[in-house]
């Protein structure tokens, strides 16, 4: 089974994840800009941020035969506060870069004017960049979120048919698919999503568009959701082929619409800017 997790934050996970995934079949990921869990205070924190998901983090992924892209943006919670906002003006020297394959993850938090304006203006950066976009989805009044959030995608210059919805559930896909969008499901140990209820989608709306990711970060979460899906989905009838779709072709469809996408894991090389991982070992 090859799979591509389309929405992972390696900056938060071990070697040992990266092990464990090679080990289940991953071949590439990509890692969206998201909220680290301590606020930061200024644009520079992006900067250093967005650096090291350009440079260290693929560097560590070649390490374990993955290949690694990342999404750029400013993040909905972050967006609500004034030290970060400016990092808006930082984003187009970052959207040009080779392994950016979209603006992520924007989309909404609290619903908030502050967060009006960071995710139509990111909307308008990707159609600038010829880039798609991965929204993310509030985790509370989820349907209410996914209106508001088509809304202003339909007033952006950006085609709903370059938008990856995410965090989807069974509220929200009907609406979603309706719309054109590709269709995103995070699968979590406890909450949201879980396998069950994944395969009991893919039953009731298909595999077209569908996107399964782990969004394993420094949370609980499970950075082996994708290919206990892929399992799941095998018990449940589903063919080789289905899994092959759902897992690998349809997020090599979606980031390949920016053109950017290489899935070849580059020899990275002994170290990173001076820096091996060996810790003075040979
Ligand atoms: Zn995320």
Known sequence: MRIFDPHIHMTSRTTDDYEAMYAAGVRAVVEPAFWLGQPRTSPASF???FDSLLGWEPFRAAQYGIAHHCTIALNPK???????????DVLPRYLVKDNVVAVGEIGYDSMTPAE???LAAQLGLAADHELPALVHTPHRDKLTGLRR??????ES???LERVL???LNETTVKEAKDAGCWLGFSVYPDTKMDEERMVAILREYGPDQVLVNSAADWGK???????????????????????DRVLWRNPVAFYGLSGRLVLDVTDA????EGNSILRGGE
């Not at 959030?149 to 339909?154: A, G, H, I, N, Q």
């Not at 979460?221 to 289905?242: C, H, I, N, Q, W």
């Open 269 to 272: 090389g002994p170290t990173h």
């Open 165 to 167: 919805i995410d965090h």
């Open 221 to 243: 979460s499970d950075p082996l959701k994708t290919r206990k899906v892929g399992d799941a989905m095998l018990e449940a009838g589903f063919s080789d082929d289905d899994v």
């Open 149 to 154: 959030t088509l809304d202003v995608v339909r």
């Open 116 to 118: 009006d304006h960071a």
């Open 157 to 159: 210059p950006l085609p």
């Open 47 to 49: 900067v250093d941020y």
């Open 78 to 88: 972050e967006a609500n506060d004034p030290r970060c906002a400016p990092v808006l």
